[in-house]
Structure formats: structure tokens, C-alpha cells
């Protein structure tokens, strides 16, 4: 049967994973190794020059990681894709191929915290920047472009505002600046969004969040659409579309065409910069993903229950849901993320901080835990956490108030969810 005509429920088992070739073993195997035996020195010589595809150091290339990669791919409807050790890895893994020192993204400001940070101070060390701007204003994203940017970055459903991003958009712009549209889709995972077919050039993830879905394993991944032309305007992606002389004048969109993106991230970002996924975690991914679509249509369907019945109650100020009539993302939601808004949502409680605090000591089911996409349900008050070293006006951007807590909602009974999360307010309120 061909993968290509495969529909994404059959993908999320088959893609990436024929039978072992050698031993006939239907699950991947967790390849623990690091070196592979080669046949001989000249088969040596043409892996290490690129000539051949072929297993070298697990630092590079693992069969386990692979079948992971490969599954990815099918599920972004990307060329190709690169496993990394975590989702913050795969952010500078994804940059690392497009900037030079002097560079700069355009950033949306509703982004997780920790990428702000990566964003604000870390990238400045590699002579980076980004400019951070609301992705609702159109007019300013690409007004805020210059001839030294060189990405568009944004997440799907970005985290903890309940906001769902205008994809096509963004990605109308980026095709006007002639730079490629890059979106973190945690969030969404490709079940509720698949960005390269709304127009994204390159789809970066946190696996360790509802990809994996389990809470066992860091892991992130890039894929590429392979639909970008590196060699556009001479000059201004030379990574990709000059001669690397660490490979003898290489030029790696030239010689790899719509995977010169994915190549250069194994050949030149895995090698050098190291941030390899392990084997065991990419065989836990790949047994979570497995089931990623039972998983997100039940966190959606226990997500609106959640939502709803807090919107509807009296000690709740606010809930930032856009799975909820009352937001105002719905239509966006229905239009361009019709299997709903994910299960990671704010909301506000009467009582302002003291009560968020309160609450999150009160609550029994949920646990007070700095992650989220896991099966069970999880809750943190971003502000004094994950968006601490947010100054006020980024924390108002990111929807992180001080009087507000971020949900991610599992895929326990909702009822249970619902009266842990009554008898926690009743404490946080009387
Ligand atoms: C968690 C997260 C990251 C970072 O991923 P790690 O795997 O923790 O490094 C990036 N983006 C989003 C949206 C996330 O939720």
C-alpha cells in the first residue's frame, strides 16, 4: 500500500515502521548502540563525504530515530525531519541552518516562556535577535521586517493565552518577504493542525509534550516542507545554498534539492552541535503517537467540558479558551482548527493571586507540575513559574497575568476533573 495515500490514523502506526529487516520484529527496536560497522574503507569514505546515505554514529543517524523522524514527516506532510533532544534544541536547530551572526527573526509575542527567553537573551550570544511583534497586526509583523531577517516564527496554538494563530496569514507574509515561515506546533500537535499545508515552511515540536503524551521523554523534532527556495536571493541562506567547505564545497541545496534542509540538519546541525535525541526516547514517542489521535479528541472533548463549566462559574473571573463561543478566536478555531483549540488553557480567578495560589495548593487530581500534553492533568501558575523571567508587559502579552492559571487537561473521567476542580476553588475563595 502507498504511505502516501495512507490517511493520518494508519500513518500513526505505520509511517517510519516496516518490519526489522533482520530479525522480522513488528515494533521498532530501541537501537542502543553508537557505531555502526562498515563495509569497507571506500563505504566508510562515501558516507563521510555525503556520496552515500548510510549509519555512521548514532550522533548522526540512529535506525530508532529514524523510524521517528520518518513518522513526523508523514504526520506534517513535510520532505523531511530531524529528531532533537528537546523542543528548545530543535528551535536553535531550525535557526542554526538560516542565520549568520547579524541575523534576526521576527517573533510572535505570544509564545511559551522559555522560548521568549531562548528568544530575548540566549540567541544574542550567536549574534541573533528577534523582534518580538503581535501576530494580529499584520501591518507591523511585516513592517517590522528588514533585510537581516531571515525567519517568521509563531507557535499554532500558542501557549498559555488561549490564542490560535492565523497561519495562512503569517505565512502570505513570509512568502512576500521571501523568508520562510517557521511554527512550534506543541500546541496542536499535527492531529489539530498541520501548518505546512496552511502555508508554514518549517514545523518545529516539543516532543516531550502530547506527542509523546506520557511524561516520559524530552525530545523535539524540525521538519521541513521542502517547499522553500534556498537559492532564491544569491547569498542570503548560505548554510544551505553555498559550498560548505567542511565537505568539500558541498552545496547542500544543489546536491539534496527539497531535503537540503533536513541533510544539513543531521550532517551540520547534528554533528556539531550535538543535541541528538536518544534511541529510548524516540522509541517512547513513537509508542505515544501511536495513539495521539484517541488522546487529543479526548483532551479536546475534556478541555471544552472543563472550560465550560468553569466559564459558567461564579468564583471564576475569566476563562481564555478558544475552543469557547465566547472567545475571540472561535471562528478562527472553526476555520482553520476544526478538531478544536487543544487542551491548554488560562483562566482567571476572583481573588487575584492569592487565590491562584490557593487554588493550585487546594487542587488533589491535578498536580502542580511545570509541563504540559501530558495524559493526566496539570496545572501551574505561569506568572511565579514558567513566565518568571517575563518583565509585566511580556507576561500581559503572553496572557500569563499574575491573577490567571494555565491548564493543561488530561484525558482522566471529566467529572473528576470538574470536582477537584470545584472543591480547589471553594478553598481559594471563601
Ligand atoms: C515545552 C515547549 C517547548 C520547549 O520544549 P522542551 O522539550 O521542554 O525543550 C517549546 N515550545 C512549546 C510550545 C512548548 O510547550
Known amino acids: 500500500m502507498d504511505i502516501q495515500k495512507m490517511q493520518f490514523d494508519t500513518l500513526l502506526l505505520h509511517a517510519g515502521a516496516a518490519p526489522d529487516p533482520t530479525t522480522g520484529s513488528r515494533q521498532v527496536p530501541i537501537y542502543q548502540n553508537v557505531g555502526y560497522v562498515f563495509k569497507d574503507t571506500d563505504h566508510a569514505a562515501r558516507l563521510f563525504n555525503l556520496q552515500e546515505v548510510g549509519y555512521v554514529y548514532t550522533r548522526l543517524t540512529n535506525p530508532t530515530v529514524a523510524a521517528l523522524q520518518e513518522r513526523i514527516a508523514h504526520l506534517e506532510g513535510g ?30 509575542n505570544r509564545l511559551y516562556g522559555g522560548t521568549v527567553t531562548q528568544f530575548t537573551h540566549t540567541i544574542k550570544r550567536f549574534g541573533w535577535s528577534a523582534n518580538f511583534v503581535d501576530t494580529e497586526n499584520l501591518r507591523a509583523l511585516e513592517a517590522a521586517a528588514d533585510e537581516n531577517t531571515k525567519a517568521i516564527f509563531c507557535e499554532s496554538i500558542a501557549n498559555p493565552g488561549g490564542y ?17 515561515l517557521i511554527v ?13 499545508k496552511q502555508g508554514a515552511h518549517i514545523v518545529v515540536h516539543s516532543t516531550t509534550k502530547f506527542m509523546t503524551g506520557n511524561g516520559t521523554s524530552l525530545g523535539g523534532v524540525v521538519v521541513d516542507s521542502g517547499t522553500f527556495d534556498w537559492s532564491a536571493v544569491a547569498g542570503k541562506y548560505p548554510s544551505l545554498a553555498e559550498p560548505d567547505p567542511a565537505y568539500h564545497g558541498l552545496n547542500f541545496h544543489e546536491t539534496f534539492g527539497t531535503l537540503a534542509f533536513t541533510f544539513h540538519g ?53 476563562v481564555s479558551y478558544a475552543g469557547l463561543p465566547s472567545s475571540a478566536f472561535y471562528s478562527r478555531v472553526q476555520e482553520l482548527y476544526p478538531l478544536g ?59 500569563a497575568l499574575p491573577s490567571v492559571v494555565r491548564v493543561s487537561i488530561g484525558i482522566e473521567d471529566a ?16
Open 79 to 108: 520532505a523531511g525531519a530531524v529528531a532533537c533532544s528537546s523542543g528548545h534544541a530543535a528551535q536553535i536547530m531550525a535557526l542554526f541552518a538560516l542565520m549568520r551572526p547579524g541575523d534576526n527573526i521576527i517573533a510572535s
Open 164 to 180: 490560535v494563530t492565523d497561519i495562512p496569514a503569517l505565512a502570505e507574509i513570509a512568502n512576500r518577504l521571501g523568508v520562510p
Open 184 to 196: 512550534d506546533n506543541t500546541g496542536a500537535t499535527p492531529y489539530l493542525c498541520r501548518p505546512i
Open 266 to 318: 543531521i550532517a551540520v546541525g547534528l554533528r556539531d552541535l550535538g543535541m541528538t535525541m536518544a534511541p529510548q526516547n524516540a522509541f517512547q514517542t513513537l509508542l505515544g503517537i501511536e495513539t495521539l489521535s484517541l488522546r487529543m479528541q479526548r483532551h479536546v472533548e475534556n478541555a471544552m467540558k472543563v472550560a465550560g463549566w468553569l466559564d459558567t462559574d461564579h468564583r471564576v473571573e475569566s
Open 341 to 399: 483549540a487543544g487542551a491548554l488553557f488560562t483562566f482567571a480567578v476572583k481573588g487575584g493571586y492569592e487565590a491562584c495560589v490557593k487554588l493550585v495548593n487546594g487542587l488533589e487530581l491535578f498536580s502542580h507540575v511545570a509541563n504540559l500534553g501530558d495524559s493526566r492533568s496539570l496545572i501551574i501558575h505561569s506568572a511565579s513559574t514558567t513566565h518568571s523571567q517575563l518583565t509585566d508587559e511580556q507576561l500581559i502579552a503572553a496572557g
Open 415 to 430: 467529572a473528576d476533573l470538574i470536582n477537584d476542580l470545584d472543591q480547589a476553588l471553594t478553598k481559594a475563595t471563601q
